[in-house]
C-alpha cells in the first residue's frame, strides 16, 4: 500500500518570502506520479504542480518547484515570491503508473501573512 | 467550459438516514472518481466510475455505494448514516480511465450527520 506523509500540519510566510512544504511517501512502485494540490476556502482541489518518477529533472511552475529526491522518497514544494492568494491547504499525492486512484497526505495549512 | 458541479453544496441529515449526492463531469469526461475528506482521515478514496462501470473501489463499507448514467452523470449514496461519516465528498472527472493527469475535482458536498 502507498503512504504519503507530510508532517507539518501549519505553516505561515511573510508575504514575498520563500516556504518550503514537506512530503514523504512510501511505495514498492518503481513508475508513478506525484503531485501538488491547493485547496483554497473555495475547496476545490487545483492542481499545483507534477512529477514523474521516471524524471529526474525537477518540475516548475512559474513560482512553484518541488525537490524530489527519488531515493529519499522525498517530494517537496517550494513557493517562492509568496502572495496572499497562496493561503490554502496544500496536499501532497502519489498515484501509481496502474492505479487508478489518489494517495493524499493530511495537508499542510499554509498562510501568507501580508 | 463549465467545471465539475456537485450538488448540493451542503447537507445536513440524520443519523440513520440515507443520502445521495450528485456529481456532472466537465463535458466529454467519462471518468467520476468520489474522495471523502475528513479532519482526522484526510482524503480517502471511495469509487470510481467509467462509462457506468465501477472500475476500482476503496475501503468503505457497503453503506457507500455509487452508479453512473449514460451521460456521465454520477451519484453516491449513503444508506444509514452515522455521525462519522460527517465529511467534505469531492468528486473529480477525467477524460479516461488510469490516467494520471487531467482531474478536475469540484468543490464537494459538505455533508453534516447529526
Known amino acids: 500500500a502507498q503512504t504519503v506523509t507530510q508532517s507539518q500540519p501549519e505553516m505561515s510566510v511573510q508575504e514575498a518570502e520563500t516556504v518550503t512544504l514537506s512530503c514523504t511517501y512510501d511505495t514498492s512502485e518503481s513508475n508513478y506520479y506525484l503531485f501538488w494540490y491547493k485547496q483554497p476556502p473555495s475547496r476545490q482541489m487545483i492542481l499545483v504542480i507534477r512529477q514523474e518518477a521516471y524524471k529526474q529533472q525537477n518540475a516548475t511552475e512559474n513560482r512553484f518547484s518541488v525537490n524530489f529526491q527519488k531515493a529519499a522518497k522525498s517530494f517537496s514544494l517550494k513557493i517562492s515570491d509568496s502572495q496572499l492568494g497562496d493561503t490554502a491547504m496544500y496536499f501532497c499525492a502519489f498515484r501509481s503508473f496502474t492505479g487508478n486512484q489518489f494517495y493524499f497526505g493530511t495537508g499542510t495549512s499554509l498562510t501568507v501573512i501580508p | 467550459k463549465a467545471g465539475v458541479t456537485q450538488t448540493p453544496r451542503y447537507l445536513i441529515k440524520t443519523r440513520g438516514q440515507q443520502v445521495t449526492l450528485s456529481c456532472s463531469p466537465i463535458s466529454g469526461h467519462r471518468s467520476v472518481s468520489w474522495y471523502q475528506q475528513t479532519p482526522g482521515q484526510g482524503l480517502q478514496f471511495l469509487f470510481e466510475?467509467?462509462?457506468?462501470?465501477?472500475?476500482n473501489k476503496g475501503n468503505f463499507p457497503g453503506r457507500f455505494s455509487g452508479r453512473q448514467f449514460s451521460n456521465s452523470r454520477s451519484e453516491m449514496n449513503v444508506s444509514t448514516l452515522e455521525l462519522g461519516d460527517s465529511a467534505l465528498y469531492l468528486c473529480a472527472s477525467s477524460l479516461e480511465t488510469g490516467t494520471p493527469y487531467g482531474y478536475t475535482f469540484g468543490s464537494g458536498t459538505r455533508l453534516t450527520v447529526v
Open positions: 466510475y467509467f462509462s457506468e462501470t465501477q472500475r
